[in-house]
């Protein structure tokens, strides 16, 4: 017996809402305060016991590739209050456009239950979005599971901010499930990734060793030439050829994004028996990555785990299918949309299913477009975040937490002026949303951009393909 056939029964009404969103990362975040702004009443549903998604829950809290020219709105908003707070641990760059943001991943809950109060967004934690109520192509509602058991919440419009497009695809919507392109690698997808926070370090004394060994320690990535070794000789068990070792909030803390966990191929990022075995075995690596540290590398010797996630970096799964398809050509001739809601200037951060990595800063920034944020095929359906409409080149880019924000600002806002004018998201003037996104500060089109912004960015193309091209 292969299926079984579940009995029919009444299920409560929870609540009734203008706009559902449906996971609170960072695209829920910017698409529950954006619709609830702009009048509509909101809820967002989360699984786990706070906002934040990767940011928080995975221990990744920065925003990267941070311009304020590029991405207003809600992302400087935010930046902005954690600074005000004191929440703010630094920003890092190489040059004075591009920012990583760092900050401390507890007061940002925190700073995020607040806005959502103060939005006037309906807040449920602890409940997992399991199905839709669907009639015809439109979505009634959204089937929640939690400690009460199985209730239902009734909407308008419905944002899936998942990251994964489990809304969509429990509902029946379209969705994409793609994998690497081309290559040796094709139809794989990228894994889970995992990062650690140790404390106890000295980190002094860290520095000092770091300075003394510049080509192996001296910038964010290090640790090559050991991992290399300690993996020949059976010390180090995982597969990445490098950490990503960054000082955290505290004193003595250091984040360190290492372990990852390779798909085989027909494997996917939503598989339950690929999550526990991708949970195992991450672990284990960390564990081994944590003995390699203590015993090698100075300023570890006293060291110790302080936090492990408590869920997966997951890094490619479903995305919606959309009006649109944001493709990797798109990307990188910095295409402007007529129908442009936000702008990126994130490039493709594409992670191996085995232990390869590429990131380089070689795309100007470029538009995405509203249609990539909407259903085809379902009539009151948006996407935010990683979810959105795009090929598996570009998704690495605009799952990132900044673009995240953006598009959600923007579904968010787009969900409320559906509500508003009585028509499906897909009819929402776009004209009226892109002046109301203007309105409230965020950047909708790459055609507003300034040409000296411009030339910073085609300046950092060059000096990547210099780059590239300069011998290991």
């Known amino acids: 017996m292969n299926r079984v056939m579940e009995p029919e029964r009444e299920v409560p009404?929870?609540?009734?809402?203008?706009?559902?969103?449906?996971?609170?990362?960072?695209?829920?975040?910017?698409?529950?305060?954006?619709?609830?702004?702009?009048?509509?009443?909101?809820?967002?549903?989360?699984?786990?016991?706070?906002?934040?998604?990767?940011?928080?829950?995975?221990?990744?809290?920065?925003?990267?590739?941070?311009?304020?020219?590029?991405?207003?709105?809600?992302?400087?908003?935010?930046?902005?209050?954690?600074?005000?707070?004191?929440?703010?641990?630094?920003?890092?760059?190489r040059t004075?456009?591009?920012?990583?943001?760092?900050?401390?991943?507890?007061?940002?809950?925190?700073?995020?239950?607040?806005?959502?109060?103060?939005?006037?967004?309906?807040?449920?934690?602890?409940?997992?979005?399991?199905?839709?109520?669907?009639?015809?192509?439109?979505i009634q509602g959204i089937v929640i599971e939690s400690k009460e058991g199985r209730k239902v919440v009734l909407g308008k419009v419905v944002v899936d901010s998942t990251g994964s497009a489990e809304i969509a695809w429990?509902?029946?919507?379209?969705?994409?499930?793609?994998?690497?392109?081309?290559?040796?690698?094709?139809?794989?997808?990228?894994?889970?990734?995992?990062?650690v926070t140790f404390r106890g370090v000295d980190t002094e004394k860290f520095d000092a060793f770091r300075k003394e060994h510049p080509e192996e320690w001296g910038a964010f990535i290090g640790g090559k030439s050991l991992i290399k070794k300690a993996k020949e000789t059976g010390e180090l068990y995982g597969n990445r050829g490098a950490f990503y070792v960054v000082p955290h909030f505290s004193p003595g803390s250091i984040w360190i994004l290492g372990p990852h966990y390779g798909l085989p191929l027909g494997h996917t990022g939503w598989q339950l028996e690929d999550l526990t075995k991708g949970e195992i075995d991450l672990r284990k690596q960390a564990w081994s990555a944590y003995r390699l540290l203590k015993n090698h590398v100075p300023g570890f010797e006293n060291s110790y785990i302080d936090q492990l996630p408590t869920h997966l970096l997951l890094r490619d799964t479903r995305t919606i299918l959309g009006e649109y398809?944001?493709?990797?050509?798109?990307?990188?001739?910095?295409?402007?949309?007529?129908?442009?809601?936000?702008?990126?200037?994130?490039?493709?951060?594409?992670?191996?299913?085995?232990?390869?990595?590429?990131?380089?800063?070689?795309?100007?920034?470029?538009?995405?477009?509203?249609?990539?944020?909407?259903?085809?095929?379902?009539?009151?359906?948006?996407?935010?975040?990683?979810?959105?409409?795009?090929?598996?080149?570009?998704?690495?880019?605009?799952?990132?937490?900044?673009?995240?924000?953006?598009?959600?600002?923007?579904?968010?806002?787009?969900?409320?002026?559906?509500?508003?004018?009585?028509?499906?998201?897909?009819?929402?003037?776009?004209?009226?949303?892109?002046?109301?996104?203007?309105?409230q500060g965020a950047r909708t089109s790459v055609k507003h951009l300034a040409q000296a912004v411009l030339d910073d960015y085609q300046a950092r193309i060059k000096r990547a393909r210099r780059s590239s091209m300069s011998p290991a």
Do not use: W
Request: glycine letters at 10%; proline letters at 5%.
């Open 325 to 439: 398809v944001l493709t990797a050509s798109d990307m990188r001739q910095g295409r402007a949309f007529d129908d442009a809601i936000a702008i990126s200037n994130h490039a493709p951060d594409v992670f191996g299913p085995d232990a390869e990595h590429e990131f380089v800063g070689n795309v100007p920034p470029y538009d995405i477009p509203y249609r990539s944020l909407v259903s085809k095929g379902t009539d009151n359906l948006l996407a935010a975040g990683a979810t959105i409409s795009t090929d598996f080149i570009t998704f690495a880019a605009t799952r990132y937490c900044t673009p995240s924000i953006c598009t959600g600002q923007a579904a968010g806002t787009a969900a409320a002026l559906a509500v508003r004018s009585k028509v499906a998201p897909k009819n929402v003037d776009v004209s009226l949303l892109q002046k109301t996104l203007v309105k």
């Open 13 to 93: 009404v929870f609540h009734e809402a203008d706009v559902i969103v449906v996971g609170g990362g960072p695209a829920g975040i910017g698409s529950a305060l954006a619709a609830a702004r702009n009048g509509a009443k909101t809820i967002l549903i989360e699984k786990a016991n706070g906002l934040g998604g990767m940011q928080t829950q995975c221990l990744n809290p920065r925003f990267t590739e941070v311009d304020p020219d590029v991405s207003g709105g809600l992302v400087q908003e935010i930046i902005e209050r954690l600074k005000y707070e004191g929440a703010f641990v630094r920003q890092s760059s």
């Open 170 to 195: 429990k509902s029946g919507a379209a969705c994409l499930d793609q994998g690497f392109p081309d290559g040796p690698e094709k139809g794989r997808h990228m894994g889970f990734g995992y990062a």
């Open 96 to 138: 004075s456009r591009y920012k990583a943001v760092s900050f401390d991943p507890e007061y940002y809950k925190y700073l995020l239950d607040t806005m959502m109060t103060e939005a006037g967004v309906k807040l449920v934690y602890h409940a997992f979005g399991v199905g839709a109520i669907k009639e015809g192509n439109t």
